[in-house]
């Protein structure tokens, strides 16, 4: 069974720079991606990026050239790099895992497993 724990968030003046870490323990090589998702008050939760076991990698539209998510194996952690950060980014920021196959690696259904969370705060 995989855990997940996620850490580095925190508050941040627009156009700086979070890294967040989410640490796998378990049976890390039973997931299918490792992904990370947000939700802000009042909002759905959404799709940030994922990191697919075979090193894949897709993100929102949203966070396109400015966020990077990868994988340190050895240290059983999944990262999001976090760039030119805006307003809008602000959210508690969730690590996911996926433990079986689908087509779907961004929707939040087909995600098994889930940390607690981590609040990312971006002000201008």
């Known amino acids: 069974q995989v855990q997940l724990a996620e850490s580095g968030g925190g508050s941040v003046q627009a156009g700086g720079s979070l890294r967040l870490s989410c640490t796998v323990s378990g049976r890390m090589f039973n997931t299918y991606a490792l992904g990370w998702f947000r939700q802000s008050p009042g909002s759905e939760r959404e799709f940030v990026a994922t990191?697919?076991?075979?090193?894949?990698?897709s993100y929102a539209d949203s966070v396109k050239g400015r966020f990077t998510i990868y994988r340190n194996d050895a240290e059983a952690t999944v990262h999001l790099q976090m760039n030119s950060l805006r307003p809008e980014d602000t959210a508690v920021y969730y690590c996911?895992?996926?433990?079986?196959?689908?087509?779907?690696?961004?929707?939040?259904?087909?995600?098994?497993?889930w940390g607690q969370g981590t609040q990312v705060s971006v002000f201008s």
């Open positions: 990191i697919r076991w075979g090193g894949s990698t």
């Open positions: 996911a895992g996926k433990g079986y196959y689908s087509n779907d690696y961004e929707g939040d259904g087909e995600y098994d497993t």
